[in-house]
């Protein structure tokens, strides 16, 4: 593996200039890093720990993320797994994971390599006996104690510690990623989620063990003056894991390194952590907004995530073996987004080190699935080995699609009986219970309102009122009945909403920035109070030797750990560039708050669906709305809104047929609408999608029943923006 690996590291730099990227572009990036990666020495050490077994507080996702960090190191940064050290549960002891910080990265690590240290599991605080008034978070290990009257030593790692240990490195290319949190507010979950901090009021002090290693870490003369963490929210914030369909994992980890695999070279550091810090906020809502820590540092990272991958293209997974004589593979999947991943059955991934080398998904189990390799690739010669990298190559999405529902554990018996029987007369809607895995949850909103009662001396009455709320227990807008309604007038009232939040779900999973291959790229800009461009997306895997446009000062530095926030009645647009060799057609869409569907058009008296039916020509681009007097304003509730760009090789012929419909109930042909129908419209995208991906679907041999989707002629990008 050392050959290997210095043999890499020896032609890193021709790698970059073969696809195009000069220095002038990678250099600013990482610099140093960059640097230090090209010399035959450089090494990738890792540090991994994960608690879900502690006596009194279980959690059940931290060493899923242990596993999610391992397989990314491996596959996507190159690290060599020996260099790899985990730590779980019951070898998670303060001790040992001092020690192995120690003997594995202190006195490992040289200047110039690489070095990474991951914690999952609760967090809390402690106080200092001598100083009442000093508080510090800490992380707690598997060896947790409760504190006592008589001593109320825990054996927790202070934070002063890690970040002690971090600084003792001798290398500055060194990050912490702390998957935890630090506040117990008295409940250890949060809607669907598990709140990861130790469930207990009471506050420890740290043990004298951990005093006496820490003032030795003090007493080094080799302290690096920095210090850079990743963490999961700010200090006040939760920490939040998920149950997914067949794993938990926690929100910030698994978002984290899915958006690494599918990062590519060219792509900065705090475009991709603001990508993941996006994907948590639509979650978990501004519970858990992810933070970039850097202790005593005053410039960026000088670890680069995006800058270890000079070995690999941008991928959906891996295959981690291979058996049966070559015929059946395993694959890691951590590249695909959670969605899609639910309903992946069925779908065709393509091996990137083989031209010809095609995989049907047979069977998932979690994060893990087995593929049989098709009949007439070039694989079956048993060329395919563990660690060649996959992407989605065919899209399988079933056409039945639904919405689950959870119901609030708050709700009495006989209102989740009713809820149940109400919920099943709503097609394509299911409710399960208060902790499963859901897309929103259905409960009584707090109670504010006041029945007079005939006695003031009577306690007060609150009329019961129902309303949708998200993962996160967060109210969405505009879907708060009036108090009183029963249960089942309630479900009736939310159908509309329930069916927009379905929409909005099916147009999530067209997304495809990461395996779509067309030469597309869409930017979006505001012109008022400011004009500026603020984001920008094309797929990943398009190859184009472009430029996107230079976003302003102010964009990039909101860009740099948190969501794109736009002021609500700030004018927007979007410009589309068609840098392929065919045309292409767009559909533009967005979703507010409360799960409302609007379409955008482009010009002329079709302005509403223009762009369906015409296409933009190779090389063109093109201002989405076009007419200066059309305004597109940042519009809805205050929360997450979310603009999807839909582009294709074929015309969107059943989409503008359910909007035309649509139309004529309404007369209404405005430029920008909300549509009545939503459902409707996005089946119809999905349909139109899988028409346009019949030709290379049969290429392929491929016969399902479901939506099969060539990820080669369609492109969705997404813009995510807070609306403030």
Not at 520 to 527: E, F
């Amino acid at each position: 593996m050392g050959l290997k690996r210095r043999e890499f590291l020896q032609q890193a730099g021709r790698v970059l200039a073969a696809i195009g990227i000069s220095e002038a572009i990678w250099l600013p990036l990482g610099d140093r890093y960059l640097q230090a990666l090209a010399q035959p020495t450089a090494r990738k050490l890792a540090l991994l720990v994960g608690v879900d077994k502690y006596p009194d507080s279980p959690l059940h996702g931290c060493v899923t993320d242990v596993e999610l960090q391992r397989e990314l190191l491996i596959y996507r940064f190159g690290f060599v797994p020996s260099d790899i050290l985990t730590l779980t549960d019951a070898q998670a002891t303060r001790e040992n994971i001092e020690t192995a910080f120690v003997t594995h990265l202190t006195q490992q690590a040289k200047p110039g390599d690489v070095v990474v240290f991951h914690f999952s599991g609760c967090g809390s605080r402690v106080s200092f006996g001598e100083s009442p008034g000093k508080i510090q978070n800490s992380l707690v290990p598997a060896d947790d104690v409760l504190p006592l009257l008589a001593n109320r030593a825990v054996n927790d790692i202070l934070e002063e510690t890690l970040l002690l240990l971090m600084r003792s490195l001798a290398t500055e290319n060194a990050i912490a990623i702390l998957d935890t949190s630090y506040h117990y507010r008295g409940f250890p979950t949060n809607g669907n989620f598990r709140i990861r901090s130790r469930p207990r009021p009471t506050i420890g002090q740290p043990s004298l063990g951990e005093l006496t290693f820490a003032a030795g870490l003090k007493s080094s003369q080799n302290l690096r003056p920095a210090a850079t963490v990743l963490a999961a929210g700010a200090d006040s914030q939760l920490a939040a894991e998920q149950e997914w369909n067949g794993f938990t994992a926690g929100l910030f980890t698994y978002a984290l390194t899915q958006t690494l695999w599918l990062a590519t070279p060219a792509s900065s550091f705090s475009v991709n952590f603001s990508r993941a810090a996006g994907n948590v906020e639509q979650i978990a809502g501004l519970s858990q907004q992810p933070q970039i820590l850097n202790h005593n540092l005053t410039t960026a990272p000088a670890v680069n995530f995006s800058n270890l991958m000079l070995n690999s293209p941008a991928s959906d997974g891996a295959v981690t073996a291979v058996e049966e004589g070559g015929k059946t593979v395993q694959l890691w999947l951590g590249g695909l987004s959670p969605g899609v991943l639910e309903c992946c059955g069925g779908s065709v991934f393509a091996v990137d080190s083989s031209e010809g080398a095609r995989l049907l998904l047979r069977g998932r189990t979690g994060l893990s699935a087995k593929a049989q390799v098709v009949d007439g690739s070039a694989s079956t010669n048993g060329e395919l080995t563990a660690g060649e990298l996959v992407r989605e190559e065919i899209r399988v999405l079933p056409r039945n699609i639904g919405l689950t529902v959870a119901l609030d554990s708050g709700l009495e018996r006989i209102e989740r009986v009713d809820a149940t029987s109400a919920f099943a007369t709503v097609p394509q809607v299911s409710a399960v219970g208060s902790e499963q895995l859901a897309d929103c949850r259905f409960g009584r909103v707090p109670e504010t309102t006041k029945v007079e009662t005939v006695s003031p001396h009577e306690p007060a009455l609150y009329q019961s009122r129902y309303g949708l709320f998200s993962l996160a227990q967060i109210l969405i807008p505009d879907t708060e009945g009036d108090g009183g309604e029963a249960v089942k007038v309630a479900v009736q009232r939310l159908t509309p909403q329930l069916k927009a939040l379905q929409a909005g779900k099916l147009l999530r999973l067209t997304v495809n920035e990461g395996s779509s291959r067309l030469k597309v790229r869409a930017v979006l800009a505001t012109l008022a109070p400011q004009a500026r461009a603020v984001a920008q997306r094309e797929p990943v895997r398009a190859g184009g030797d472009y430029r996107l446009e230079p976003l302003s000062g102010e964009s990039e530095k909101s860009a740099n750990a948190h969501i794109l926030c736009l002021g609500k009645s700030s004018r927007i647009q979007c410009r589309l560039y068609n840098d392929s060799d065919r045309p292409v057609y767009f559909a533009v869409f967005c979703t507010d708050s409360a799960g409302r569907l609007s379409v955008l058009g482009a010009e002329g008296k079709d302005s509403s669906v223009g762009g369906m039916s015409r296409a933009i020509a190779p090389g063109e681009n093109l201002t989405v709305p076009a007419a200066e007097a059309i305004r597109w304003a940042v519009s809805g509730p205050i929360g997450l809104a979310e603009t999807f760009i839909i582009f294709s090789e074929s015309p969107f012929a059943q989409t503008l047929a359910a909007i035309e419909a649509e139309m004529q109930q309404t007369r209404d042909a405005l430029p920008i609408r909300v549509l009545l129908n939503p459902l409707n419209v996005a089946r119809a995208v999905l349909e139109d999608l899988h028409a346009a991906s019949i030709p290379g679907v049969q290429k392929l041999g491929i016969s399902t029943d479901d939506l099969a989707l060539d990820v080669n002629v369609w492109a969705t990008l997404s813009f995510v923006y807070r609306v403030v």
